[in-house]
């Protein structure tokens, strides 16, 4: 049975005949509209972010984190061409809409364009930083990018020239744009439309969150926001400032990272399901359509020698068996006061024993510490707006004291140290607060030439980081560096260190686990137990071992040396 094992990140319609999506499971499914039935399947080397089908129908191209974009058949899913180049993450990939050629937006900073036979047309540089979205304007004579440091570049296909360079006030950049008529329309981490054009730069406030994708369905005049805030908005865009004119909440599996129009009324969404989900925009009713649930995990800890799971499906588990369900996926759990803590998709944290919701935030969550101030034990929560959601515990019940806001994109990574509370973010930034008043101590901008994505405490006041960059970096109390340039190819994912710090273990996305003395910056042991990515790490005393969960709904155990 041809379907989904991870959360389908991209996916693309064709008229009302076909319907294609692109997993974190490697996978491209192409189904029939009509049944919903699959019809083919092929393959990347890594994660699939986005797909997209030529104006004909007749190809499909795919980007992936195995830094290629690739061109296939319709509907045989047959491999015609490796667009090859990027050196990084490739995020999106779009057909010229008359041409034999295909633009790629990769975080290596590049936007390129190669004809089908994977002959470099042009080569776009000048942002800096990732490249996450490519847009033909309308003609397909000039290509517009956007990348994660706020900036939208319009190049020019003759000339190879910038054309005009745009910035959205220092608000980071998601990966939505789109453009009807020469008027760009850019969702920003405020939840606003920015709407560009020959009378100047409009906000058009949208959302509560950040906008995650905007998609345009130009003979229509319309166009469609979706936002982590779980809410799709449909804009009448027949004059240049978007109007609203419907909008719905999200089922709780559909991931508002992608969409597509599809046939005459309908809207089909990626989930964090084995299956898409669709939506008749017309009627404003989602089809009743049976999603299963994938199994990756994407978050462990030990709560009193069991070990506790969480993923995909939002079910958190005890050593394997399901103890309570979130209602969506969820990224970490964290063992605090008389519980474990949860949360992710929704922006609620819950109780991970019994599924209570406990608070509700306006963004997703990523991450998760705990610690001790003015004699009672404190939680930090990251989220993807970057903020911190400080919680304390009275008793068993917890209260929100505040939010910090800690750094202007999404927080990968929090952990404390005595009165330390350390950050990282995908912006590439590390943070050092001071937990007495959450006053700033130090703040590097760049301390990763990529997404910092998680960090550790390993001793006192030395703090270990990971990012996307392929280093492990260590910190002193003083902010000193060392940077271990480290033998993986795929992006570092996670990082956790033994209970006396004397190893620092890190997990990739292509399954390796390295083990490191983090004093000495030696490497200790490197296993691959498995294909999948690594999602995260911790460390069990009893067992003097790193347990690794994997994206394939495994935990494995890990020797913490040879």
Known sequence: MIEHHGPISGIAAYADRYVATAGYDNQVVLW?????????????????????????????VTSSSDYTARLWSVPELDLLTVFRGAEDDVEMAVFHPTREWVATASRDFVARVHDFSGKLLREFKGHRADVVSVEWVDDGDELISSSDGGEIKRWSMATGALVEDVGLDGVEQTDATAVSRNVLYAGNDRGEIVVISEQGTAQVPAHEAGVKRLLLKADRDLLVSLSYDSTMRLWDISETIPKNIAETTFPVDVWPRSSAFAGESKLVFGTFGSKYRTYDYERQ?????????????????????????????????????????TGSLCNFVLPTGPTILTGGQLGTVVDATDGRVLHRHHSPLNCGTTFTKDGSEHVAIGSYAGEALVFRWEGSTLVHVEDLKLHTSAIKGLVTSGDVLFSTSSDQSIAWHRITDFSELHRIEEAHERVANGCVAFDA??????????????????????????????????????????????????????????????????????????SAMTFSSARDAFLASSYDGQVYEIPRTV
């Not at 399947?41 to 994660?47: E, Q, V």
């Not at 009713?285 to 020698?305: F, K, M, Q, R, S």
């Not at 271990?484 to 620092?504: E, M, N, Q, T, Y």
């Open 461 to 534: 006041g030395h703090f270990a980081t990971v990012g996307r960059d392929l280093t492990l970096r260590t910190w002193t109390p003083e902010y000193e560096c060392t940077t271990i340039r480290l033998p993986i190819r795929r992006s570092i994912r996670c990082v956790a260190a033994s209970a006396d710090g004397d190893v620092v273990a890190i997990g990739s996305y292509d399954g390796h686990i390295a083990r490191y003395d983090p004093r000495t910056r030696g490497l200790l042991a490197i296993d691959r137990p498995t294909a999948a990515g690594i």
């Open 32 to 60: 029939d509209q009509a049944t919903g039935r699959a019809l083919s399947r092929s393959m990347h080397d890594h994660l699939v972010n986005q797909c997209a089908f030529s104006p004909d129908g007749r190809y499909l």
């Open 285 to 325: 009713e989602w089809l009743a359509e049976e999603v299963p649930p994938t199994h990756g995990i994407n978050g462990l800890c030990v709560w009193d020698d069991h070990v506790i799971t969480v993923g995909d499906s939002g079910v958190v588990y005890r050593d394997g068996v399901p103890i309570s369900e």
